[in-house]
């Protein structure tokens, strides 16, 4: 099923959106892997009961630079920090941003609130997208300045609304899910049970 259905999303679904064929691959119990600059590739993948989002997903991201990113990944390996990445990719701030702030540098094992202030230094403050680094640099982490370091993440409502923004679809959380209060009273019926309820007006 995970082959199958990341066919149908790799190419754009049929009758209905991305958003209902990621719903129903979670309903079948398939697991839903962000997109990752070190793991996606273009398309959406799948294998056993996983599905690895494509880096196709993520809109106002070139395929110039989709590309530039697998073609630098393939060339000289994955990307172990975010001056590696943008040292060897060259991305500017907007995209670089997008991609934080979807979940896909998650493999760089930092928060997203940490990675973009560290994109805020290397970009603006260090300009290292502007100076000549030699390859020294393409393999070490620079230094981190203590006043960006955090622990602290985007909240689960931060971080779908930046899936939804990105993808035009949530993985994180059911949509549903941030309307609980109104879902879970004991008054409302689920479409699962509404068989024991024919006839009967229903809310």
Not at 114 to 120: F, K, Y
Request: hydrophobic letters at 35%; glycine letters at 4%; one cysteine or more.
């Amino acid at each position: 099923p995970a082959e199958f259905m990341a066919s149908v999303l790799s190419n754009m679904g049929g009758f209905y959106s991305a958003a209902v064929y990621i719903w129903e691959c979670k309903r079948l119990g398939l697991k839903i892997l962000l997109p990752s600059i070190n793991k996606s590739n273009y398309e959406y993948t799948g294998r056993k009961d996983e599905i690895q989002i494509g880096l196709m997903a993520i809109k106002n991201l070139s395929r110039n630079s989709i590309q530039n990113i697998l073609d630098e990944r393939k060339k000289d390996g994955e990307y172990h920090s975010l001056a590696n990445f943008l040292i060897r990719t060259k991305l500017a701030f907007e995209e670089t941003s997008i991609l934080v702030k979807c979940g896909a540098m998650g493999c760089l094992k930092k928060t997203r609130p940490e990675l973009l202030r560290l994109l805020d230094i290397y970009i603006h403050k260090r300009k290292i997208l502007n100076e000549s680094y030699n390859d020294l640099f393409l393999h070490e982490t620079f230094q981190m300045e203590d006043e960006v370091r955090t622990n602290i993440n985007f909240s689960v409502e931060e971080i779908c609304k930046a899936e939804y923004e990105t993808f035009d679809y949530m993985v994180t959380r059911h949509p549903l899910y941030f309307y609980r209060s109104e879902t879970e009273k004991p008054e409302v019926v689920k479409a699962k049970d509404l068989e024991k309820y024919r006839g009967k007006n229903v809310k």
